[in-house]
Nanobody
Framework: QLQASGGGLVQAGGSLRVSCTAS????????MGWFRQTPGKAREFVAA????????LYADSVKGRFIISRDNAKNTVYLQMNSLKPEDTAVYYC???????????????????????WGQGTLVTVSS
C-alpha cells in the first residue's frame, strides 16, 4: 500500500529525491517516516514528518543534508538527499503511523511490524 520510488545510482556529493506514495489510501492524518537498511547492518531511522508537515526529525547522520517533506494533496512524501556519501547507500523504506510516538518517540522501532504501514523499498547507491 506504500510504494517508495526514485532510487538509483548517484556519485558522492550528488543529490537524489525519493518519493513514497500510497495506493488506495490517503496519507492525511498519518505521520510519515523514512528508514534505511544496508545488507549486514541493522535497519535505521532516517527522518520523520508529522501529518501536517509542521514538525520534522532527522537522524544525526543525515541532519543538514536530507530534507523530508510531504504534499498531502498528492498523497506523497519526499526525501531530498543532498551531499550524498557512499555510506548513504541503502534500501530506503517509508512508514506511516497514526500515533506520534511510533516515529518521534525515543522508543521508535525500526521493525516494519511495529508500524501501521510499511512500504516496499527503493535502492539508493552512492558511488565514491
Amino acid at each position: 500500500q506504500l510504494q517508495a520510488s526514485g532510487g538509483g545510482l548517484v556519485q558522492a556529493g550528488g543529490s537524489l529525491r525519493v518519493s513514497c506514495t500510497a495506493s488506495g489510501r490517503t496519507l492525511s492524518g498519518y505521520h510519515m517516516g523514512w528508514f534505511r537498511q544496508t545488507p549486514g547492518k541493522a535497519r535505521e531511522f532516517v527522518a520523520a514528518i508529522t501529518w501536517s508537515g509542521g514538525n520534522t526529525l532527522y537522524a544525526d547522520s543525515v541532519k543538514g543534508r536530507f530534507i523530508i517533506s510531504r504534499d498531502n494533496a498528492k498523497n506523497t512524501v519526499y526525501l531530498q538527499m543532498n551531499s550524498l556519501k557512499p555510506e548513504d547507500t541503502a534500501v530506503y523504506y517509508c512508514a506511516a503511523d497514526r500515533e506520534f510516538y511510533k516515529l518521534f518517540g525515543v522508543s521508535r522501532s525500526s521493525n516494519p511490524n511495529d508500524h501501521d504501514y510499511w512500504g516496499q523499498g527503493t535502492l539508493v547507491t552512492v558511488s565514491s
